[in-house]
Nanobody, 125 residues
Framework: QVQLVESGGGLVQAGGSLRLSCAAS????????MGWFRQASGKEREFVAA????????YYADSVKGRFIISRDNAKNTGYLQMNSLKPEDTAVYYC??????????????????WGQGTQVTVSS
Protein backbone atom coordinates (compact mmCIF):
# COMPACT_ATOMS: atom_id res chain seq x y z
CA GLN A 1 0.00 0.00 0.00
CA VAL A 2 1.37 3.38 -1.00
CA GLN A 3 0.48 6.55 0.84
CA LEU A 4 1.23 10.08 -0.27
CA VAL A 5 1.20 13.13 1.97
CA GLU A 6 1.44 16.64 0.56
CA SER A 7 2.63 19.63 2.55
CA GLY A 8 3.77 23.19 2.01
CA GLY A 9 0.56 24.81 0.90
CA GLY A 10 -0.67 28.07 2.32
CA LEU A 11 -1.56 31.67 1.63
CA VAL A 12 0.83 33.81 -0.40
CA GLN A 13 0.64 37.13 -2.20
CA ALA A 14 0.78 37.32 -5.96
CA GLY A 15 4.38 37.19 -7.14
CA GLY A 16 5.44 35.09 -4.19
CA SER A 17 6.71 31.53 -4.00
CA LEU A 18 5.82 28.27 -2.30
CA ARG A 19 7.38 24.83 -2.34
CA LEU A 20 5.12 21.84 -2.08
CA SER A 21 6.40 18.47 -0.89
CA CYS A 22 4.97 15.02 -1.48
CA ALA A 23 6.23 12.30 0.86
CA ALA A 24 5.62 8.72 -0.18
CA SER A 25 5.52 5.67 2.05
CA UNK A 26 5.14 2.05 1.06
CA UNK A 27 6.35 0.55 -2.19
CA UNK A 28 4.97 0.78 -5.70
CA UNK A 29 6.10 -1.83 -8.19
CA UNK A 30 8.05 -0.80 -11.25
CA UNK A 31 9.28 2.62 -12.28
CA UNK A 32 7.06 5.25 -10.81
CA UNK A 33 6.53 8.68 -12.25
CA MET A 34 5.31 11.49 -10.05
CA GLY A 35 2.96 14.25 -10.96
CA TRP A 36 1.14 17.25 -9.56
CA PHE A 37 -2.40 18.16 -10.42
CA ARG A 38 -4.62 20.93 -9.10
CA GLN A 39 -8.29 21.56 -8.72
CA ALA A 40 -9.75 25.02 -8.35
CA SER A 41 -13.15 25.52 -6.81
CA GLY A 42 -15.87 24.60 -9.30
CA LYS A 43 -13.41 23.28 -11.87
CA GLU A 44 -12.06 19.91 -12.90
CA ARG A 45 -8.71 18.66 -11.75
CA GLU A 46 -5.98 19.64 -14.19
CA PHE A 47 -2.42 18.58 -14.89
CA VAL A 48 0.35 20.81 -13.56
CA ALA A 49 3.65 18.95 -13.87
CA ALA A 50 5.16 15.47 -13.92
CA UNK A 51 8.60 13.93 -13.60
CA UNK A 52 9.92 10.53 -14.56
CA UNK A 53 11.40 8.05 -12.11
CA UNK A 54 14.96 8.98 -13.12
CA UNK A 55 14.21 12.69 -13.12
CA UNK A 56 15.44 12.99 -16.69
CA UNK A 57 12.04 13.78 -18.17
CA UNK A 58 9.66 16.49 -17.02
CA TYR A 59 6.38 17.81 -18.35
CA TYR A 60 4.62 21.05 -17.53
CA ALA A 61 1.27 22.57 -18.30
CA ASP A 62 1.60 25.65 -20.45
CA SER A 63 0.07 27.75 -17.69
CA VAL A 64 2.95 27.05 -15.30
CA LYS A 65 5.88 26.59 -17.68
CA GLY A 66 8.75 28.86 -16.71
CA ARG A 67 7.32 29.48 -13.22
CA PHE A 68 7.07 26.04 -11.60
CA ILE A 69 9.80 23.45 -11.21
CA ILE A 70 9.16 19.80 -10.41
CA SER A 71 11.84 17.65 -8.82
CA ARG A 72 12.21 14.50 -6.77
CA ASP A 73 14.60 12.86 -4.35
CA ASN A 74 14.17 9.11 -4.60
CA ALA A 75 16.46 8.50 -1.63
CA LYS A 76 13.96 10.41 0.49
CA ASN A 77 10.88 9.14 -1.35
CA THR A 78 9.84 12.74 -1.75
CA GLY A 79 8.80 14.91 -4.64
CA TYR A 80 8.67 18.68 -4.82
CA LEU A 81 6.93 21.42 -6.72
CA GLN A 82 8.65 24.79 -6.52
CA MET A 83 6.13 27.45 -7.46
CA ASN A 84 7.42 30.91 -8.30
CA SER A 85 5.77 34.09 -9.56
CA LEU A 86 2.46 32.85 -8.26
CA LYS A 87 -0.75 34.29 -9.65
CA PRO A 88 -4.27 34.38 -8.21
CA GLU A 89 -5.30 31.88 -10.89
CA ASP A 90 -2.90 29.36 -9.33
CA THR A 91 -5.25 29.15 -6.35
CA ALA A 92 -6.37 25.53 -6.00
CA VAL A 93 -6.00 22.34 -4.05
CA TYR A 94 -2.80 20.69 -5.24
CA TYR A 95 -2.54 16.91 -5.39
CA CYS A 96 0.47 14.73 -5.95
CA UNK A 97 0.16 11.31 -7.50
CA UNK A 98 2.14 8.33 -8.70
CA UNK A 99 1.79 6.91 -12.17
CA UNK A 100 3.10 3.56 -13.43
CA UNK A 101 2.06 3.80 -17.09
CA UNK A 102 5.22 5.37 -18.48
CA UNK A 103 6.47 8.92 -18.23
CA UNK A 104 4.59 10.24 -21.28
CA UNK A 105 1.27 9.12 -19.77
CA UNK A 106 2.05 10.83 -16.46
CA UNK A 107 0.53 13.94 -18.03
CA UNK A 108 -2.87 12.26 -17.89
CA UNK A 109 -4.90 11.80 -14.73
CA UNK A 110 -6.20 8.37 -15.74
CA UNK A 111 -2.68 6.90 -15.52
CA UNK A 112 -2.38 7.57 -11.79
CA UNK A 113 -2.79 4.79 -9.26
CA UNK A 114 -2.04 6.66 -6.06
CA TRP A 115 -3.04 10.11 -4.83
CA GLY A 116 -2.38 12.27 -1.83
CA GLN A 117 -5.09 14.09 0.09
CA GLY A 118 -4.22 17.50 -1.34
CA THR A 119 -2.90 20.76 0.02
CA GLN A 120 -4.54 24.16 -0.40
CA VAL A 121 -2.66 26.94 -2.16
CA THR A 122 -4.23 30.39 -2.07
CA VAL A 123 -2.71 33.32 -3.93
CA SER A 124 -4.04 36.75 -3.04
CA SER A 125 -3.96 39.67 -5.45
Amino acid sequence: QVQLVESGGGLVQAGGSLRLSCAASGRASGSVDMGWFRQASGKEREFVAAISWSGDTTYYADSVKGRFIISRDNAKNTGYLQMNSLKPEDTAVYYCGLSTSGSYYSQFEASYRYWGQGTQVTVSS
